[in-house]
């Protein structure tokens, strides 16, 4: 496989700092001693307030800890300023972010976040030198009038407008239908993939071919340790971002060993 899997593990709004240092510990301690060269790489999204707690745990095992990466789970697209309650992209690499998600439908439903604010957040991400993990997804009421892909290739032309090839190219798209997110119904296999193809179809007109065959583009919405490989199977789907199954060590540990199952194979 050329494109490295990437398995990220979203926290939302869960546990305090002393929790979210254990449970990145039980992550980061089960992989010292296993080569990065072999393992997707792995993003953990904490809370803002965790941030600090889990990075200070990051590199002590002193076996090349790049292959746990940090992500901020939202970013203002300021620098700096008076918006208050908003976090700004150098703050989060300054708490040891390299990932930052955005645009996700809990963001855009809950915070009604648009198509213009997330491509200005995906703009500042990428100017810093940090990677955007944009997400996209329809809802149940979207897919059974069947706008699915019109509506997913919106959003994503719409989150890219204005970004450079190479730009596009190093940046992270996680397709989450919004009716498979916490529900515990997964989306048929082969269905994610059909839907991150016509995606990466929508990549390649937007920023050409090689872009295209360079963006990671993952799965997300109840992804659990039963389904990850029959994902990861999938000729388009290069990993999954992880809600729930991610806030248990032994669950995350499980989805990270079946997607390396995968990748020898
Ligand atoms: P679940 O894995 O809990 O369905 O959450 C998916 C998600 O929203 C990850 O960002």
Redesign the pocket.
């Known amino acids: 496989m050329s494109r490295k899997p990437i398995i990220a593990g979203?926290w939302?709004m869960n546990m305090l700092s002393s929790d979210a240092k254990s449970l990145f510990e039980g992550i980061k301690s089960h992989w010292s001693e296993t080569s990065a060269t072999v393992m997707p790489q792995v993003i953990i999204a904490p809370t803002f307030t965790s941030l600090w707690a889990v990075s200070s745990v990051k590199c002590s095992c002193g076996c090349g800890c790049d292959k746990i990466a940090i992500a901020g789970q939202n970013c203002h697209w300021e620098s700096s300023g008076a918006y208050t309650g908003e976090i700004s992209v150098e703050m989060l690499a300054d708490a040891g972010c390299s990932y930052v998600?955005i645009g996700?439908?809990?963001r855009r439903q809950y915070f009604s976040e648009t198509d213009e604010m997330i491509n200005k957040k995906a703009k500042s991400i990428l100017s810093k030198g940090l990677i955007p993990i944009i997400?996209c997804g329809e809802t149940l009421e979207q897919r059974e009038s069947g706008i699915t892909d019109s509506w997913i290739s919106g959003q994503i032309r719409a989150a890219l407008d204005g970004i450079s090839s190479e730009d596009i190219a190093k940046s992270v798209i996680?397709y989450?239908p919004i009716w498979?997110?916490?529900?515990g119904k997964t989306c048929d296999a082969d269905e994610a993939n059909r839907v991150i193809a016509m995606i990466r179809s929508v990549v390649k007109e937007v920023a050409g071919e090689s872009a295209s065959n360079s963006i990671r583009i993952l799965y997300?919405?109840?992804?659990k340790p039963e389904t990850i490989a029959e994902q990861m199977s999938k000729s388009d789907i290069d990993g999954a971002?992880?809600?729930?199954?991610?806030l248990k060590v032994d669950s995350f540990n499980k989805i990270i060993e079946n997607t390396m199952t995968v990748m020898v194979n």
Do not use: M, Q, R, Y
């Open positions: 979203n939302k998600i996700h439908s809990e997400c996680a989450e498979a997110i916490g529900t997300g919405g109840s992804v971002l992880v809600g729930g199954a991610s």
